[in-house]
């Protein structure tokens, strides 16, 4: 257990810090992460939890200054589909609460940042296959325009200050231990829950739509490994792709249906249709891999049974079939 790095998470209740966290405090010990969010929630209960505004700033250096903190990950934002409700807000939360941040880091009181990009940078003129690294971006959502400008800032901020910041552009994220936070990629975390318990769902996306997606298990990998990687062998600082699996509501809910065979989905796009039709359909991760040895674990038939055996065995069980 390392004992010299002091960790604030913020947006630590959330899909990706529920889990981030738990593997976090693994490493680190209980003591050495800094759980946090905008309201008290069950994680208080688990360890160190602060209540934090990262729109704050004054709020945010006080907590840092005194759990003496070292790394922060902002995962404190504002997802797709919700974004497209109050874009002014979005904005704000997404890109005040960086600099925030960054600010920080600028001023050395913080050694490192954490800061996750997304899939939601790319925009319908951006290749659809094997997006690569380097391309045409044009994002058409709030969330997207805000992530461009973040990955922007990032590299400004590395390049300008010295700022060890780092970041990832995740895909969909499908994990069984938190609720999703209002993406668009959401439906393939509520058709497990649905499948278990009612045998059908409705799906707001279309049958077709292949998005890039990732478990929740490689997304934490992925997330500390870059951290705990030498600085030399970070060589992008706006954000790197990231890439898992792709697949579409079609495809994972044949998988479902090896386990639940008499489960039946029905489709009814809404308007994260047009959202999901302008991001990739597969992700080229190769400069990941090559600069600090990325690889994925999961593919879609190795997820799709965990998260079926994980959800049976949650507390939430007896509602399921």
């Not at 902002?74 to 960086?98: C, R, V, Y």
């Not at 390049?159 to 780092?166: G, I, P, Q, T």
Request: charged share 25%; aromatic share 10%.
């Amino acid at each position: 257990m390392r004992t010299c790095e002091k960790i604030l998470v913020i947006g630590s209740s959330g899909q990706i810090g529920t889990e981030l966290v738990e593997n976090l405090r693994n490493i680190y010990g209980i003591d050495g992460v800094i759980a946090s969010d905008i309201k008290i929630t069950e994680q208080a209960k688990e360890g160190p939890f602060e209540v934090i505004d990262v729109l704050n700033s004054q709020n945010l250096l006080e907590i840092v200054k005194r759990h003496n903190i070292s790394q922060v990950y902002l995962l404190a934002a504002m997802l797709s589909a919700t974004a497209e409700k109050n874009p002014k807000f979005a904005w704000d939360l997404n890109m005040i609460g960086l600099f925030n941040v960054l600010d920080l880091a600028k001023e050395k009181i913080i050694s490192k940042v954490y800061w996750p990009s997304s899939i939601a940078v790319f925009g319908p003129n951006t290749p659809k296959q094997n997006t690569p690294q380097y391309t045409v971006m044009e994002p058409s959502t709030v969330y997207g325009i805000s992530k461009q400008a973040g990955e922007r800032w990032c590299e400004y901020y590395f390049n300008k200050y010295n700022v060890d910041v780092r970041s990832l552009r995740y895909p969909g994220l499908i994990g069984w231990k938190s609720a999703p936070g209002g993406g668009t990629t959401d439906y393939a975390v509520h058709i497990f829950h649905e499948a278990l318990k009612t045998g059908s769902y409705e799906c707001f996306l279309s049958e077709n739509t292949t998005l890039p997606m990732m478990y929740m298990p490689d997304a934490i990998k992925a997330t500390i490994g870059i951290m705990e990687a030498d600085a030399d062998k970070i060589k992008i600082r706006s954000s790197y792709n990231l890439s898992s699996l792709s697949f579409s509501p079609k495809d994972i809910a044949t998988e479902i249906k090896k386990h639940i065979p008499e489960f039946s989905i029905s489709y009814k796009p809404d308007s994260r249709q047009q959202i999901a039709d302008s991001w990739p359909k597969s992700i080229d991760s190769s400069i990941a891999s090559e600069h600090w040895n990325w690889k994925s674990e999961f593919d879609l038939t190795e997820m799709t049974n965990d998260m079926i055996k994980n959800l049976k065995k949650s507390k939430k069980s007896e509602t399921y079939k």
